[in-house]
C-alpha cells in the first residue's frame, strides 16, 4: 500500500439528456436511485469510503444542485468538500481546480478522477484496478481505466494500448484515443485485443495534471488559478469565483491534455462498469424477466419482450411491445425503439429551445428546506404540496406579483406574516397579501405538508424577494 492517501475528486456536473424524462437539468442521473436504494452520486462515493486508501473526497458541482447533493452524501454518511462552480466548463477545468485544490492539502497529493454518475457494482474490483495504477502514477503517468469490451459498443471512446509499461501487463503506455466508432469499426475494435472502452476515469499526481495543463491548455490551467484564488466560503461550500471560470476554454481533459500528452497511461479493468448514458445503458445494468423485461414502479404489461419501462406515477401498461423504452413520469411520457434511446436528447434540445420547463424540473422541486410539487396551474393562479423538513424554514420573503393562502394538512407550521408570528395547525389556514415579508417554518420533529394556492398576474420563482435567509441564496432568482 502506497504511503499517501488518494484525494478522490467526484465531478458532478452533468445533465444526463439522454435519461429525459427521468433525468432532468435540476435533478440529473447521478442524483437519482436507478438501481437499488443509493443515488450514482452515493455508489460513487461510497465505493472510495476506505479511509486507509483515500482521503475525504472533494465534490466538484453547480451552485444549483449544491444543497441536494450535500444532503445526499450525509444521508450516505460521507464527509465530503464540495467545491461549486458558478458557470459549467467541461471536466478539464474542473481537473484544474481539483488538481490546485489536492495541493493545498498535501504537497504530494494524488488525485482520482471520478464521473459522479458511472455504475461500477463490484467496489473490490474497481479498487484493485486503482491500485494497480499507483505505480505508473507515481512514475508522472496520466492513467486512466480502460474497460475490457464485452461487444461492439458504439456509444463509448475506445483507448488503443501500446507498450507495457514497466514490463507490466496489465498497465500500458497509450497508443491514442479513438472517437466513438461505427459499428463496423467497434466490432473490430471489440475483437482485436489491443482496445478497450474509455472509461473516463483519471488517477494521477496533483502536480503531473497541473503540469500537462500548463503545457497543453494554459488558458485552462491560468482560469483555475483565479477561480479558486477569487473564491471564497460560502455556508459549507466553496464557491469557484464565476468570471475567471466564465474566461476558461469548455473542454474535456481528455481533449485538453489526455489526447495530447505523452505521460499517458492506461489500466486494463475487467469491471461490470457502465456510465448510464442511455436508457438501453440502464436497460443492460437491470435485472430482467424471463421475456428480457425489466420494470420499475406501477407496471402491467401483456406479450412485451426486451423492453425497460418505468413508472414514477401513474399505471403504465404495455402490450405487444419489443425493445421499447416506455418511461411515465407526473409530467412527461417517453416512448422510444430500445435501440434509438440515445436520441432522446434531441426531445430535450427542442424542449430548452422552446422554452419548456419539462427540460429542467419535475414536478417536484427540491429546495434545502424540503420540496414542493406543482399540483395545478391555470390563468392566474397555481396550487402546490410544500413539505419542509422538521426544523427547517423558508427565508423571510415577500412577492410583488402575487398573494398565498396556505392550508396545512399535517403538522404545525409557524408562520411569520410582517410583524405577527402564528401557529397554524392540521386542518387550518392563513393568508399571505400581495406584498406582505412572510415566513414558513417547521418547529415540528415530522414534516410540514401544506396546500398553497397562489393567485396574481406573475406566478413564477423569481417573484421572490429574500429578506432574510438561512441558506444564504439572497443573492438567488429562485
Known amino acids: 500500500m502506497h504511503s499517501t492517501r488518494v484525494t478522490p475528486v467526484i465531478l458532478s456536473g452533468g445533465v444526463g439528456a439522454r435519461l429525459w424524462p427521468l433525468s432532468r437539468e435540476a435533478y440529473p442521473k447521478q442524483l437519482i436511485a436507478l438501481n437499488g436504494s443509493h443515488t450514482l452520486l452515493q455508489e460513487t462515493a461510497l465505493r472510495v469510503a476506505d479511509r486507509d486508501r483515500f482521503s475525504s473526497p472533494i465534490v466538484i458541482c453547480s451552485e444549483e444542485q449544491r444543497f441536494l447533493i450535500a444532503a445526499q452524501l450525509r444521508e450516505a454518511g460521507v464527509a465530503a468538500e464540495i467545491l461549486l462552480e458558478p458557470v459549467g466548463r467541461n471536466t478539464a477545468p474542473a481537473a484544474g481546480v481539483a488538481a490546485l485544490r489536492a495541493l493545498q492539502r498535501e504537497a504530494e497529493a494524488v488525485v482520482l478522477l471520478l464521473p459522479a454518475d458511472h455504475r461500477i457494482p463490484d467496489t473490490e474490483a474497481f479498487l484493485s484496478a486503482v491500485d494497480r495504477a499507483r505505480d505508473a502514477a507515481a512514475a508522472g503517468k496520466l492513467v486512466t481505466f480502460g474497460i475490457e469490451p464485452t461487444g461492439p ?19 500500458h503506455h497509450v497508443d491514442r484515443f479513438v472517437e466513438k466508432p461505427d459499428l463496423e469499426r467497434a466490432r473490430r475494435y471489440a475483437a482485436d485485443g489491443r482496445h478497450v472502452w474509455n472509461a473516463g476515469m483519471f488517477l494521477c499526481r496533483a502536480d503531473s495534471m497541473v503540469a500537462e495543463l500548463e503545457a497543453h491548455a494554459p488558458e485552462v490551467l491560468a482560469a483555475a488559478r483565479e477561480a479558486m484564488a477569487g473564491g471564497r466560503t460560502d455556508l459549507d461550500f466553496f464557491r469557484l469565483d464565476g468570471p475567471s471560470l466564465e474566461a476558461s476554454p469548455s473542454i474535456s481533459i481528455d481533449h485538453a491534455v489526455m489526447e495530447k500528452t505523452a505521460c499517458a497511461a492506461v489500466v486494463s479493468a475487467d469491471l461490470d462498469w457502465s456510465d448510464v448514458g442511455s436508457w438501453s445503458a440502464l436497460w443492460e445494468t437491470c435485472h430482467r424477466d424471463t421475456e428480457g423485461n425489466a420494470f420499475a414502479g406501477d407496471v402491467m404489461t401483456v406479450d412485451t419482450r426486451n423492453s425497460y419501462i418505468r ?5 403504465t401498461a404495455v402490450v405487444g411491445a419489443d425493445d421499447m423504452v416506455v418511461v411515465t413520469t407526473a ?21 430548452k429551445r422552446d422554452g419548456r420547463p419539462e427540460a429542467k424540473n419535475h414536478t417536484r422541486v427540491y429546495r434545502p428546506w424540503g ?3 406543482t399540483l395545478q396551474t391555470g390563468e392566474r393562479f397555481q396550487v402546490k404540496l410544500i413539505t419542509v423538513n422538521p426544523g427547517s424554514r423558508l427565508s423571510l420573503q415577500r412577492h410583488y406579483h402575487r398573494a398565498e393562502h396556505w392550508v396545512v394538512v399535517n403538522g404545525t ?12 395547525r392540521e386542518n387550518e389556514s392563513i393568508y399571505l397579501p400581495l406584498g406582505c415579508a412572510h415566513r414558513l417554518a417547521n418547529p415540528g420533529k415530522l414534516p410540514l405538508n401544506l396546500i398553497e394556492v397562489q393567485s396574481g398576474p406573475y406566478l413564477q420563482e423569481d417573484d421572490i424577494v429574500r429578506i432574510d435567509d438561512d441558506f444564504a441564496r439572497l443573492a438567488d432568482k429562485v
Open 371 to 373: 420540496a414542493y410539487r
Open 153 to 171: 459498443e458504439t456509444g463509448y471512446g475506445y483507448i488503443r494500448r501500446g507498450a507495457a509499461f514497466d514490463g507490466r501487463n496489465d498497465v
Open 331 to 351: 409530467d412527461a411520457v417517453l416512448v422510444a425503439s430500445r435501440d434509438r434511446a440515445q436520441e432522446v436528447k434531441g426531445i430535450v434540445d427542442r424542449l
Open 311 to 315: 413508472s414514477d406515477g401513474a399505471l
Open 413 to 424: 407550521a409557524l408562520v411569520t406574516r410582517d410583524e405577527e408570528e402564528i401557529l397554524v
